[in-house]
């Protein structure tokens, strides 16, 4: 989502900005006309876009009004969106453990988008908390056909959304195989490391196979320094 | 007062004295003020030697001669001055006019006659100088300018003085009002110019008067009040400080950090009129080149400012970062000159950032501190702190495309000549001058850190926690590091006694004793058990600036500040020896204080110790934080070794009744067992007396697992 600068909302000067609205769709756009400097251009566009994605959503309600529904989740399972989503990823899971790896990506990308893309009056905690799952399976999905860019990537990702995550750090632990077989040896120790820190309740059994990943990782770091 | 006629001073012999007392009261004390040494720890502190000096080296010590006059309190000086001038005036009239003694009227010296003369003596006085001096009985004298009214003046105060000295009512005058003829009118001497007085001038001194109280007055309370009012107490003007919070993130970055630093007002009075926005394209064409090495969201963020004046101090800041050439001189001093009160802004930020008791950004911007001291990107390599080292050398140094940037220690403990083999293209004097520098970093390496409360072995809830940190300074490339010593990794609680040592002061004895000459360490000593470090190695900061070592605790997992930040700017051991600037090793220690949380359990935190003025000498260790039950406390309490009690005190005769065999005081059991009762109610007492007093410098942060984030675009 575009967030205006702070310094830009400036309430004593008022700045015309050379706006049209299509008459159909009724979407915002900046006049052809306009000389885009680069500068606003870049935030503008991102501004015009937040807008015109809202409207679309907003239409789509069936409230009445179109006024967005209470943000708790007062009748959260029967919500479509949701529904969806949990539908998506239950096809994704049993494709994985079809080994139907290909399939397994394409359905949770699909979970994924359309997590993303939900209208901005949801609760951001569940939100979060669902994309971070959805990213962690993805990885686990990725880890599969050994693309372990992909992997990464979604790792992360999914960090990024929730931390601490629970689940007994699995989202480290992939990240961490992905990165040891790319050998980047030092940055999975480095990734192991974190999550180690991150996680609560790490200490004893459930953290065993991290902590040997996390060996593993040091030992080839050191055997690769060692041989440069 | 009927009657009082007020004689002013129209000799002008009271006025030097009432002018030159107060402009002594003024003058004094400010040329106290003004010669009293600095003892700010810039200007106490040793320096670093080095003989490097950057690209603009001129243009940074105007800076720093700028900054200097700026604080040498000129007006004061002035005020001072002038103030002396007038004082010797003032002393000057005072010898030269004329006193005019008020006269004391005298009976004996009237008369000629000594003070122990009797009654008797003075009767035939009279007689006699009656018939010398009666105006009936004697002639003027012209040879003596005689006339008849000086005769009867003279008689007349003869007969006075007689009578003063005979008879009772006019000696009663006498004593009482010091004339014969009784209660005389007031004579009051007032020490102002007649010229203020006289009949014209009342309304010239009214109107000054009231110029000065309502115009004067008012306006200087005014200016000083708001100028007061209108700084942080980080010295930051309040504007500033709103517009820096507005730009707080959770997950920003250093190079968020410098653009926050950008809104500040005090750039305002830098760059004045057309310099706001002078040059800009010049610069932002240079920092846009790849060679200077921003990152794409640095730069896009820089592009989205739309202020004129913010975008060029944010591009100059940048410039200064990135270490990149202008080629104009006015735009480089600028750019020189912005970077101290970017410094001054992200002091600034970090108090925000401790506010919100959030990890990151304030990791963020101690980061940004650093390397505005050090003019370095926020990705750049820590190398380029040394001197002579460029983009290119790093670039020889590590590959083209190195992932992570090889740490400066790491650089040093390479051998000797695969290090000079690396940098194969710089000069041997250049070489050198890097290594000398590099070998006076005061890199503080962390021996142990452990916790403990003074006077107890075990840490209980809510009790006073020290968090004890030991470790040496060795600055990269020592080779010959020797074994940590055991023995320094302890630390001996002072004496019960000891308040000076539990205060933390220095002893008064220790503070009024001369530092010794001939020890090797007297060359930095400046106060007494306090070393100070070396000022920053910072060619590019247009100031001197001591470094500061902070330690706080963060909870790693919630990422939230667990004990807000101690920082340190002195040691209590020498760090490097006077005689040829090699370091000590000695185990220098860090105090500092909180309180524990009031729950029992361990407490896994993270230490981060960091050095304000250098990129890449930081450390984290972690730390368990055990609190455990009270009970156990007072276990251990009782096997400490108190003295028996005194056989005819109270506790004396509780220890009989406990241990038994003690002279018979039976017959007190009850009264004893009463006063037991109200001991032990004295003790919670204490206790809780104790739970109030304990320093809250700072507070653990109470870790909440069931934290949910709330709603954010």
């Not at chain 1, 015109?52 to 209470?70: R, Y």
Request: charged share 25%; net charge negative.
């Amino acid at each position: 989502m575009a967030t205006t600068a702070a310094s830009d909302i400036d309430l004593d000067t008022y700045t015309h900005l050379p706006l049209q609205i299509d008459p159909a769709t009724k979407t915002l756009s900046l006049h052809p006309s306009a000389t885009a400097s680069s500068s606003p251009d870049t935030s503008l566009q991102a501004a015009l876009s937040t807008v015109n994605q809202l409207h679309g959503v907003l239409k789509t309600l069936d409230t009445p009004n179109s006024i967005p529904p209470h943000p708790l989740p007062t009748n959260l399972p029967t919500q479509k969106r949701t529904a969806q989503i949990t539908k998506l990823r239950e096809a994704a899971s049993t494709a994985f453990r079809k080994s139907q790896f290909a399939e397994s990506i394409r359905l949770y990308t699909f979970a994924i988008d359309m997590a993303a893309s939900r209208p901005s009056w949801e609760p951001v905690a569940l939100i979060r908390d669902e994309l971070s799952g959805l990213y962690r399976d993805r990885a686990q999905a990725h880890m599969g056909v050994r693309d372990w860019v992909e992997g990464c990537k979604d790792c992360e990702a999914s960090v990024e959304c929730k931390r601490p995550q629970g689940e007994k750090g699995k989202v480290w632990w992939r990240g961490g195989k992905c990165l040891l077989e790319m050998a980047r040896y030092a940055e999975a120790a480095q990734w192991l490391e974190r999550g180690l820190d991150c996680e609560p309740g790490l200490q004893a059994d459930d953290g065993r196979e991290m902590r040997a990943l996390l060996a593993e990782a040091r030992r080839k770091a050191d055997q690769f320094t060692a041989s440069s | 007062m009927s009657g009082t006629d007020y004689n002013y001073d129209d000799n002008g012999q009271f006025f030097p004295f009432f002018v030159l007392t107060l402009t002594g009261l003024v003058t004094l004390p400010l040329t106290y003020n003004i010669l009293k040494k600095n003892e700010d720890i810039e200007n106490t502190a040793p320096r670093i030697q080095s003989d490097f000096k950057p690209k603009h080296d001129d243009l940074i010590q105007a800076q720093r001669r700028a900054q200097k006059r700026k604080e040498f309190k000129t007006k004061r000086t002035i005020a001072v001055i002038l103030g002396y001038l007038i004082m010797a005036w003032m002393v000057y009239k005072i010898i030269v006019t004329k006193r005019i003694m008020p006269k004391i009227w005298d009976p004996y010296e009237i008369l000629g006659l000594s003070r122990s003369t009797s009654e008797q003596a003075i009767k035939k006085h009279k007689r006699l100088s009656s018939l010398k001096y009666h105006p009936d009985k004697v002639r003027p004298d012209a040879s003596k300018n005689e006339t008849v009214e000086t005769l009867n003046d003279r008689w007349v105060e003869m007969s006075k003085a007689y009578s003063a000295l005979l008879d009772e009512e006019v000696r009663n005058n006498w004593i009482q009002y010091g004339h014969p003829d009784g209660k005389q009118s007031f004579s009051i001497g007032i020490a102002l110019p007649k010229l203020m007085i006289s009949e014209g001038n009342g309304k010239y001194v009214l109107l000054f008067y009231a110029l000065i109280l309502g115009v004067a007055l008012p306006y200087v309370v005014g200016k000083w009040w708001y100028g007061t009012q209108a700084l942080t107490k980080d010295g930051v003007i309040i504007a500033s400080a709103g517009k820096i919070f507005k730009e707080y993130k959770e997950e920003i970055t250093i190079g968020g950090v410098v653009a926050a630093t950008s809104t500040g007002e005090e750039f305002q009075q830098l760059l004045k009129g057309s310099r706001s926005d002078a040059g800009l394209s010049k610069v932002e064409k240079s920092i846009f080149a790849p060679e200077a090495g921003l990152s794409e969201q640095d730069l896009s963020r820089l592009k989205e400012i739309e202020d004129p004046l913010r975008r060029k101090v944010l591009a100059l800041l940048w410039a200064y970062l990135a270490r990149v050439d202008l080629g104009d001189d006015t735009l480089e001093s600028e750019k020189y000159a912005v970077a101290p009160i970017a410094f001054l802004l992200n002091d600034s930020f970090t108090s925000i950032a401790l506010a919100f008791s959030v990890v990151a950004p304030l990791l963020a911007s101690y980061h940004a501190s650093q390397h505005i001291i050090q003019a370095l990107l926020p990705d750049a390599s820590p190398l380029l702190q040394l001197p002579h080292f460029t983009p290119k050398t790093v670039q020889a140094i590590e590959g083209a495309d190195a992932k992570s940037h090889m740490s400066l220690q790491k650089f040093m403990s390479l051998p000797q000549s695969s290090r000079r083999r690396l940098v194969a293209d710089m000069s041997d004097s250049q070489y050198a001058s890097a290594m000398q520098v590099a070998r006076q970093m005061p890199n503080f390496v962390v021996a142990k850190a452990f916790f403990k409360v003074i006077g107890d072995k075990v840490i209980t809830p809510s009790a006073l926690v020290q968090l004890v940190v030991k470790g040496r300074i060795i600055p990269p490339g020592i080779q010959h590091v020797p074994e940590v010593n055991e023995a320094d990794l302890e630390d001996i609680d002072p004496e019960e006694g000891d308040l000076d040592a539990l205060l933390g002061r220095k002893s008064a004895k220790s503070r009024r004793k001369k530092p010794i000459i001939d020890e090797p360490t007297a060359g930095f000593n400046n106060k007494e058990n306090s070393i100070q470090p070396p000022l920053a190695h910072a060619p590019y900061f247009a100031r001197n600036h001591s470094p500061r070592w902070r330690v706080f605790l963060t909870d790693a997992r919630a990422g939230r500040i667990g004990v807000p930040p101690f920082t340190f700017t002195e040691f209590d051991k020498p760090i490097f020896n006077a005689a040829d600037n090699t370091p000590t090793f000695n185990m220098q220690t860090f105090k500092c204080q909180f309180q524990a949380p009031p729950q029992v359990g361990q407490f896994a935190f993270k230490m981060h110790l960091i050095c304000d003025s250098y990129v890449g000498l930081d450390s984290t260790v972690d730390v368990i934080l055990d609190v455990q039950d009270m009970s156990k406390a007072a276990v251990v309490e009782s096997e400490d070794e108190i003295s028996e009690p005194d056989e005819d005190t109270l506790a004396g005769q509780m220890q009989a009744m406990k241990g038994g065999g003690a002279a018979g005081k039976r017959k007190k059991k009850k009264a004893v067992k009463a006063d037991e009762e109200e001991e032990e109610e004295e003790e919670e007492e204490e206790e809780d007396e104790d739970e109030e007093e304990s320093d809250t410098d700072g507070e653990v942060e109470e870790v909440s697992d069931t934290d949910t984030e709330t709603d954010e675009e």
